[in-house]
């Protein structure tokens, strides 16, 4: 079995400037691995393996990419991880993540089951209305939420987990990093099925909301992060600058 492969998910070829950042550092970067294009069936991305032509393509049902939900079930099936089999390990890596440094089968050495940029008690999205009693109640169930946007998860594990889990339910209805964190009380019996990082451990991997704190609590730059461009983008200019790109 080979070790792991890079997914970059597309939804259209007319990338933005950060977009075209992300990928140009994610072929450069973790380039010695298989770099594999998930798309609509529909989509022509030969202007993007043209310019990139280690990239390989992997075309999925239009349906899939047309929203947010449509990804969700996406990265929720069987039908997705069965695709790459032959990978014992499958990076995710959207074009709103950036990655830092290859130390990607070194994460997968590790053993975890997945792993992504972690939301926890020192390390949260601000909220701007407060939360109700049965959100304070869940708080004290939750496991960290770990962002499905850069995460590494290992193929056979996310199987086991979405076949014993349709056993019971016939689908996960919110997004699919949620699920594969086991974030939700709900999913507790479940939480054998999965081996998962503490949130300390998980900054070491990658950091997405608040990334001068979450660089700070370990006092060392991640393998990458996501959503790099939404979150402190005055954070990230000068690490971008050192790389030679200019935002």
């Given at each position: 079995m080979k070790p792991a492969a890079v997914i970059i998910p597309v939804?259209?070829?007319s990338l933005n400037a950060y977009e075209d950042i992300s990928l140009r550092q994610c072929v450069q970067v973790l380039g010695g691995h298989p770099l594999i294009l998930v798309k609509p069936a529909h989509?022509?991305?030969d202007s993007l393996t043209n310019t990139h032509p280690a990239l390989q393509v992997?075309?999925?049902?239009d349906a899939f990419?047309?929203?947010?939900?449509g990804y969700n079930r996406l990265l929720c099936s069987d039908q997705f991880y069965a695709r790459f089999a032959d990978y014992?390990?499958?990076?995710?890596c959207q074009l709103d993540?950036?990655?830092l440094r290859d130390e990607l089968l070194d994460w997968c050495r590790r053993g975890y089951d997945y792993i992504g940029a972690p939301q926890f008690a020192d390390i949260r999205a601000v909220r701007t209305k407060p939360r109700n009693l049965r959100e304070v109640v869940s708080l004290v169930f939750q496991l960290p939420l770990l962002n499905g946007g850069?995460?590494?998860r290992r193929v056979a594990a996310c199987r086991r987990l979405l076949r014993v889990y349709h056993r019971f339910f016939k689908s996960w209805p919110g997004n699919e990093d949620s699920f594969f964190s086991l974030h939700y009380p709900r999913l507790l019996p479940f939480r054998s099925l999965m081996r998962l990082p503490s949130a300390r451990e998980a900054l070491l991997f990658a950091v997405e909301v608040n990334p001068a704190q979450s660089v700070l609590l370990n006092d060392q730059l991640p393998m990458g992060a996501h959503a790099w461009e939404k979150y402190d983008l005055a954070f990230w200019r000068p690490l971008l600058a050192e790389r030679g790109y200019t935002i």
């Open positions: 939804y259209q070829t989509l022509s991305v992997e075309s999925f049902a990419f047309e929203s947010i939900q014992e390990y499958i990076l995710i993540a950036f990655v850069l995460s590494l």
